[in-house]
Nanobody
Framework: QVQLVESGGGLVQAGGSLRLSCAASGRTFTTYSMGWFRQAPGKEREFVAA????????HYADSVKGRFTISRDNAKNTVYLQMNNLKPEDTAVYYCARGRAAFIAVNRYQYDYWGQGTQVTASS
């Protein structure tokens, strides 16, 4: 069984930064891609960023490109999301997820394990 545990969320002023972490259990962490999604109240869960299984490829939603950076430390079974220049529209619950395969995926149905989520609030 795979478990994903996010941490690092919080309240910041617009323009501030946060770093989210997602610790994964299990020995097959390096076999799969990892992604971050977010869900704001009343909205669908949306793709934010993803990284291939060894970190060679990344992909970002247009809304966060240039501000957010995904990375992973396979030795620690952890994936990160560095968020800079946060905007009020970034406010949401952020989820990490494990892809069903090694390559990057942007569709939520291409992920099979999800964390519990961590709240990020950027105030104006």
């Amino acid at each position: 069984q795979v478990q994903l545990v996010e941490s690092g969320g919080g309240l910041v002023q617009a323009g501030g930064s946060l770093r989210l972490s997602c610790a994964a259990s299990g020995r097959t962490f390096t076999t799969y891609s990892m992604g971050w999604f977010r869900q704001a109240p009343g909205k669908e869960r949306e793709f934010v960023a993803a990284m291939s299984q060894i970190g060679g490829s990344t992909h970002y939603a247009d809304s966060v490109k240039g501000r957010f950076t995904i990375s992973r430390d396979n030795a620690k079974n952890t994936v990160y999301l560095q968020m800079n220049n946060l905007k009020p529209e970034d406010t949401a619950v952020y989820y990490c997820a494990r892809g069903r395969a090694a390559f990057i995926a942007v569709n939520r149905y291409q992920y099979d394990y999800w964390g519990q989520g961590t709240q990020v609030t950027a105030s104006s």
